[in-house]
Structure formats: C-alpha cells, structure tokens
C-alpha cells in the first residue's frame, strides 16, 4: 500500500546532470508492453500527444496476476518528506477527478484517510506539512478521546492521537485499468493481446519485440512497463534491481449488527512503523480489507503459489482483533495474494537501458505505485518524447 515509512534519496542521481530524450519523430510509433497502471496511463497519455500506439500485455489490462489487478488501493496525501511523490500525487488526483467524470465512471472514493499515530510527531505526517501548505491544504487532528466519540469501534488505547486526511480515499484498481484501456482503444490506440519478449540490441537501438502469437513487432521506441515481470524480461540490467515480494491482503466480514460503523468510516492506515496495517471499508460490500505493508517472501508472479500465508494471516487478524475489537470473530470472506515490484529505495524506475535509447524502463511501483498512474504516465510520456528531463529521482544512472 505504501512505502515503508520515508525514502531514502537514490544515492546513484545525486550530481545528475539535466538528461533529455532525444525528441521524437511526430509520427513515430512506440509499443508499451504492459497495461497496468503505469502502463495504461502512459499508452493513453502518448497516444494524445498524436503517436502511433500499440498497447501489448500478456494477460490483459488489470489482469488477476497483475499488481493493478486487486479491487482496491488507497490514495494519501502523506509522502513524508518527499515533494516530487507528494506533487505527483496532487496532480494524480486531479486527473483522477478529472477522468472518472470524462469516462462516466466512479473510481476514486474520497473518504479521506485517518492515520492512527503512535508518537506526537510522526516524521510521515509532519514531514509532509511544508507541501501541504504550499498547496492551501490541511489535516484533521483528533485526540484519543474525540477520536474514540467518533469512531466508537476502533481501540485507540495505544495510540497518541489519531490524523485525519481529507484529501485520500481509495482507487478501484482494476476497474480503472479496465476505463483506461477502453478509453486508449476509444482514442485510436491498439491493443495487442500477447506476451513480449524484448529482441536483441543493435547499434545502440532495439528493432522489436517477439510476441507469444509469433509475430514481430517493430516499433520506433518501446516501453516495458511490466511490473514485477522487469526483472526476468532484462535480467542483466534488472534482475537485481527489481525485486518481487509475496504481499497478503484479506477481506474479513464485519458484523451485521456493526456493519454502518464500518462501512462509513474512512480509509485507515496503523503507523506501527513495524507492520504497516491499513485498511479499506466499504468497497462494494466485498468486505473490510485489511493489507499488510511489511514485504514477504519473494516471489515469482507467473507461476508463484497465491495461496496465502497462515502466518502472515494470524498476526493480521490478532492486529485487528486488537484495534477492532468487534472483529475479533470476523470471518475471512475473501483473500488475495499480490506482489511488490520493490526497487532497491522505494522510487519508480523510468530511465533507458543502458545499451538502447529507444527502450524504457518503467516500473519499481514499490507498494505505492497505483495511485500515481495518470500523472505517472503523463510525465512519462513527456520525458519518453523529449519534451521534459528525466527525473533524477527515477533515474537509474
Ligand atoms: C498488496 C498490495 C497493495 C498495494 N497498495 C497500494 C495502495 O494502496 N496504493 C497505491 O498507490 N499502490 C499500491 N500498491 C502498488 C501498486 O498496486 C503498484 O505499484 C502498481 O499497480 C504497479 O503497476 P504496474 O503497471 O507497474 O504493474 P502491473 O500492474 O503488474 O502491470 C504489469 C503488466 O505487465 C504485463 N506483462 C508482464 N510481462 C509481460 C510481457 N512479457 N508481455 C506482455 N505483458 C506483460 C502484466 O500482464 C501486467 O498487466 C499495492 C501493491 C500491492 C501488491
């Protein structure tokens, strides 16, 4: 769901100096392999900016093994001390606003977020107030006891005081990459249903891609947005820098009899600084998620085992037991197992193979990525033509 706590800055950028993309033609084609949400959202985000677009992914836009795939993921305004994830998200934001009004569609659900803090300063939070007032926006403080008025069935006995994010909710997550394939098609892009595995590199240039129906598809310029896939497709440049991690969500069944309480109360998020639970209400009546931010086991996300971890589970479910003490019965109605697709710091990847200036890297979601698709995917796409410098805080070199 989120970062662990703050970002370390990606020691590897400092001293950057400013590095433009050669600017492309206007008419060249580009092939985005991978239609999550970074995928998607720079497909579409190209697409506007009049190239020829071809969408590739092997399974399908918000497809199950995907990390986009799951129902759900939260939206925050809290990103530490960190400014470029903190503006990102703002204008993430607004594009969400702006397209689930465009497509007709409901995908972001503002219920705010309440942060439960255990210390008087959390650095997440307080962090995170320069940015706040640069834009004219606040947080809600509540006390133990106000909070404890407000939201009867949360045990606050532990806590310090509770944060109230007006501006956070939740995204439907696979729905949306769903709206925005449709939507790139609607536009005039093509969508490509295979798997594609990158062709070797000639003077300084990949050609093409081999695709699953064995064809080959050339391409002026291609983006591999492949999630937890990155490390396999290029294992010499990526195999040790993406990483992917098993991660366990679970929907539990609230009682009847408190079913308003927690269906109406906001996105919530437990700032332990070990475990990092945090929760989604409502949803569609699928129950009440809770996730668990700490990384598992790495895992293999083509053919890895999705059964979940009984461990992992237990303490989840002994946690909940101990800040919702009415769900300490709660049935598991639903579960899924995901993936992290962590790079080394936390940051996104959007960078060049070293060896190819026409293929991009765009990825490293860490287990905050969702969120940030359209605005992602619209500077990606204006860095990946030319037209802005890359960003040294998702550069690889
Ligand atoms: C449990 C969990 C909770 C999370 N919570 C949050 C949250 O609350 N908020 C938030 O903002 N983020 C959250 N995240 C992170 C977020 O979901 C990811 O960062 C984001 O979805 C990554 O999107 P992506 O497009 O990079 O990857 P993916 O969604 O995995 O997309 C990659 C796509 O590439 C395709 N593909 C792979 N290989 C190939 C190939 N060779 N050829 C063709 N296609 C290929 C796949 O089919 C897939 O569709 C969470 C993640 C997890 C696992």
Redesign the pocket.
């Known amino acids: ?2 970062e662990q706590a703050t970002f370390a800055p990606r020691t590897t950028t400092d001293h950057k100096t400013e590095r433009f993309a050669p600017l492309l033609d206007a008419h060249a084609s580009i092939a985005v ?8 959202w720079t497909a579409l985000w190209l697409l506007r900016a009049g190239f020829k677009v071809t969408l ?8 199950s ?6 129902e ?5 305004s809290t990103y530490g001390a960190n400014e470029t994830y903190f503006d990102l998200n703002v204008r993430a934001l607004e594009l969400w606003e702006s397209h689930q009004k465009l497509w007709n569609k409901s995908l972001f659900f503002n219920t705010g977020i309440l942060w439960f803090c255990y210390e008087d300063k959390p650095e997440m939070i307080e962090a995170t107030q320069p940015f706040m007032q640069k834009h004219g926006l606040s947080y809600q403080y509540f006390s133990t006891k106000e909070a404890s008025k407000k939201f009867p069935h949360i045990n606050t006995s532990d806590l310090h005081h509770l944060v109230f994010d007006p501006y956070g909710g ?2 439907k ?1 696979r729905e949306g ?1 769903g709206a925005v394939m449709e939507a790139f098609v609607r536009e005039g892009g093509n969508y490509v249903n ?4 990158p062709s070797s590199i000639r003077n300084g240039k990949m050609d093409s ?1 081999l695709l ?1 129906n064995g064809e080959t598809f050339v391409a002026d310029s291609f983006v ?7 490390g ?2 290029f294992p010499e440049v990526l195999g040790k820098i993406i990483t992917c991690t098993k ?3 679970y929907y539990l069944g609230v009682p009847a009899t408190h079913s308003c309480l927690f269906d109406e109360m906001p996105v919530w998020v437990d700032l332990d600084g070990k475990d990092f639970y ?1 929760g ?1 209400p409502k949803n569609a009546y699928r129950g009440f998620k809770v ?3 700490q990384r598992g086991e790495i895992f293999e ?1 083509t053919n890895g085992s999705r059964m979940m971890n009984m461990e992992v589970y237990k303490k989840a479910t002994a946690f909940m037991a101990h800040r919702f003490p009415s769900l300490a019965n709660a049935p598991l109605i639903e579960n ?1 197992v ?4 962590n790079s080394p710091d936390g940051n996104f990847i959007l960078d060049t193979h070293p060896e190819a200036a026409n293929c991009w890297f ?12 359209p605005a992602l995917g619209e500077l990606a796409a204006k860095v990946i033509s030319g037209s802005k410098s890359l960003v040294p805080l998702f550069q690889m070199r």
């Open positions: 769901m989120m392999v991978g239609a999550g949400a970074f995928g998607g590739i992914d092997a399974w399908g836009a918000g497809n093994r995907s990390t986009s795939g799951d759900t993921r939260v939206t925050r939740y995204l997550a990459c295979a798997s594609a595995k891609v699953s591999f947005a492949c999630g937890s896939w990155l396999q497709l991660q366990e969500a945090y989604i996730g668990v931010d996300p899924r995901c993936h992290y697709e765009l990825g490293g979601g860490s287990g905050h990525g969702y969120k940030h698709g």
